[in-house]
């Protein structure tokens, strides 16, 4: 963008535009020597307010531009002098996720959770002890400069069959800490569940997953597998060392995902006595 100016100085109005750029700065004298950019513009009256989207650049890279008004005399106004880096898109194999940066070079891998590599199977492990159940595949994002200057924009794209309105908007994403060896919340933000995609700022690059907090507790059943067994009228099961006794327990699903498991089980028992028939 560009404020006009006039055909002397801020009066009138100017006759045409010249634009030009390069991979380098320009000066008044290589002017002519950049590579001319196409002008649909043209002039206003001095002092508006004026814009040109330009395209054909490369994705990455730093272009500098040089804009000179002409008039109908063509005399050349001094050069309006601007520079801008273009940005890169990475995405992964899948298309699910694109990460839009200033750096190029960045790679995005699906990785597998019952992977031998050390720290995927330790970010997985993470993840259960943190009660988080995986709503997306991880992704390993691996950049050449880490944090990404100016940060990024990731976009994150997931499949919304099977869950909850609720549940749909609790996914948040998550990126794995190695240093902590735990996932941290990138933003507390929900999804965009019109696109069945959720979009964050990020800065720092490693392993990215869409999660849900498991906040649903275990279900458990106790049952009597056999032996001698009384039941009083109060309620009281008394049994004997004959008796078999089952316990199980389970993590309920949320919605098409699996819960993060049963970490442990406990039952009582007391010792109290009472009289015992078949």
């Known amino acids: 963008t560009w404020t ?22 320009i000066a008044e004298p290589d002017f002519t020597l950049a590579r001319e950019v196409f002008l649909s513009t043209v002039p206003d009256i001095a002092g508006a307010r004026q814009s040109a989207l330009i395209l054909g650049l490369d994705a990455g890279t730093t272009y500098y531009f040089a804009l000179r008004a002409v008039d109908e005399l063509e005399n050349g106004s001094a050069l309006s002098l601007a520079s801008a880096r273009t940005l890169s898109m990475a995405k992964s194999g899948d298309g699910l996720l694109r990460l839009v940066s200033s750096v190029q070079g960045i790679t995005i891998t699906q990785v597998s959770t019952t992977t031998t590599n050390p720290a995927v199977a330790l970010a997985t492990e993470a993840a259960a002890v943190q009660g988080l159940v995986f709503a997306t595949p991880i992704y390993d994002i691996v950049s050449p400069v880490n944090p990404i200057p100016g940060g990024g924009t990731l976009e994150f794209a997931y499949s919304s069959a099977g869950l909850t309105l609720e549940q749909e908007q609790a996914l948040r994403l ?30 720092s690059l490693s392993l990215f997953a869409l999660m849900l907090q498991d906040k649903d507790h275990p279900t458990t059943e106790l049952a009597f597998a056999g032996g001698r067994q009384f039941i009083a009228q109060a309620g009281s099961v008394f049994a004997s060392t004959s008796t078999r006794i089952g316990f199980s327990a ?5 919605g098409p995902f699996a819960g993060t498991g049963v970490l442990r089980t406990e039952y009582r028992t007391d010792n109290s006595t009472g009289t015992f028939s078949a």
């Open 4 to 25: 006009a100016v006039g055909d002397d100085a801020y009066v009138g109005q100017a006759m045409k535009y010249e634009l030009r750029r390069a991979t380098s700065p």
């Open 174 to 203: 998550y990126h794995f800490d190695p240093s902590q060896g735990k996932w941290l919340l990138v933003a507390d933000i929900g999804p965009l569940a019109d696109r069945d995609a959720l979009i964050a700022q990020v800065a």
């Open 250 to 254: 389970q993590d309920p699903p949320l």
